[in-house]
């Protein structure tokens, strides 16, 4: 789904780029994500990422935090008609996002990660090592 470099104006909006927009039309959800990004889903996407959170044992304990940092940190966001949204201050200090950033496509959500973050991240990927992990869970290309 590509990826962009956008950066954060000093009142804390993001461009989002109008790929995107037209995949989350003009209301979405942006929560905490794994890794220290953000998660972006369109409405119906995060319904049914909240339904299975939804689903898991309310008696084990990891279960209740793994879907507490996820709901805790969700807040609806509107699209103004610069194709821009207002990143939550809270969400901004998470993922550390100050000024650049780089939106990302993963299928059913994008992440929103500060330039910084995405490089470092992605400079100490060892894809060959990983593939082989992915494979132990049972995809194969």
């Not at 995405?118 to 082989?132: L, M, Y």
Request: with cysteine.
């Amino acid at each position: 789904m590509g990826k962009y470099n956008h950066t954060i104006d000093p009142k804390g909006r993001l461009s989002i780029p109008s790929k995107y927009r037209e995949i989350l039309g003009d209301e979405f959800v942006v929560s905490k994500g794994m890794d220290d990004c953000l998660y972006v889903y369109a409405n119906d996407d995060w319904k049914v990422f909240e339904g299975k959170l939804a689903s898991l044992p309310l008696m084990s304990e990891e279960a209740r935090q793994f879907a507490r940092f996820f709901l805790s940190g969700a807040q609806p966001v509107t699209v103004d008609k610069q194709g821009r949204i207002l990143m939550p201050q809270d969400l901004r200090d998470f993922a550390g996002l100050e000024k650049d950033v780089v939106l990302a496509g993963m299928g059913s959500r994008i992440e929103i990660w500060s330039l910084e973050r995405w490089k470092a991240n992605n400079d100490t990927v060892d894809i060959n090592a990983i593939s082989k992990g992915v494979m132990n869970l049972g995809l194969t290309i």
